[in-house]
Antibody, heavy 117, light 107 residues
Framework: EVQLVESGGGLVQPGGSLRLSCAASGFTFSSYSMSWVRQAPGKGLEWVSYISGSGSTIHYADSVKGRITISRDNAKNSLYLQMNSLRAEDTAVYYC??????????WGQGTLVAVSS | DIQMTQSPSSLSASVGDRVTITCRASQSISTYLNWYRQKPGRAPNLLIYAASSLQSGVPSRFSGGGSGTDFTLTISSLQPEDFATYYCQQSYSNIPTFGQGTKVEIK
């Protein structure tokens, strides 16, 4: 069974940093591209970042470019999102998701990031 | 970026009703269009990929169609668990984008 478990969310002050993790199991992690998708409270879904299976191709949404870094450790079956210079508008539930061209077929339960003073 | 526009933004329906949601892309995306259902407090669930392919394990009452810029999601007979929010998403570009969502409520 495919499982994605996010961790690392929490309350952080504006300008602060946070590192999210996503632990994957139940599939050959290195064979799949992964993404982060976020959802602000009461709002819709927003794609944040993508990384290919090998880690060689990375894309970011304009709203986070320059402040967020996606990475993966295929030996540890883990996906990461380093978030710096956080703003109030980054407050959201962050999901890791497996898949790409044919949709995100698996999602984690999400981890809440709250940016507030 | 490719803009995705869903209509309606919300609708009221009864159990057993046939429901159709539309999604329009700001440019042609071929059939790189996916649909999700999201229940409150839960992660989204992939229903349809590549515009019309039913994701494994998804009930056959869900169907999708369209290509280019105009797409539809149809639920043939609404069930209690289908009262939720539905999102379309394009995977044509390197910057995936979602529609704003359609909330399906109980009449």
């Amino acid at each position: 069974e495919v499982q994605l478990v996010e961790s690392g969310g929490g309350l952080v002050q504006p300008g602060g940093s946070l590192r999210l993790s996503c632990a994957a199991s139940g599939f050959t992690f290195s064979s799949y591209s992964m993404s982060w998708v976020r959802q602000a409270p009461g709002k819709g879904l927003e794609w944040v970042s993508y990384i290919s299976g090998s880690g060689s191709t990375i894309h970011y949404a304009d709203s986070v470019k320059g402040r967020i870094t996606i990475s993966r450790d295929n030996a540890k079956n883990s996906l990461y999102l380093q978030m710096n210079s956080l703003r109030a508008e980054d407050t959201a539930v962050y999901y890791c998701a497996r898949g790409h061209s044919y949709g995100y077929e698996n999602w984690g339960q999400g981890t809440l990031v709250a940016v507030s003073s | 970026d490719i803009q995705m526009t869903q209509s309606p933004s919300s609708l009221s329906a009864s159990v057993g009703d046939r429901v159709t949601i539309t999604c329009r892309a700001s440019q042609s995306i071929s059939t790189y269009l996916n649909w999700y259902r999201q229940k409150p407090g839960r992660a989204p669930n992939l229903l349809i990929y590549a515009a019309s392919s039913l994701q494994s394990g998804v009930p056959s009452r869900f169907s999708g169609g369209g290509s280019g810029t105009d797409f539809t999601l149809t639920i043939s007979s609404l069930q209690p668990e289908d009262f939720a929010t539905y999102y379309c998403q394009q995977s044509y570009s390197n910057i995936p984008t979602f529609g704003q969502g359609t909330k399906v409520e109980i009449k």
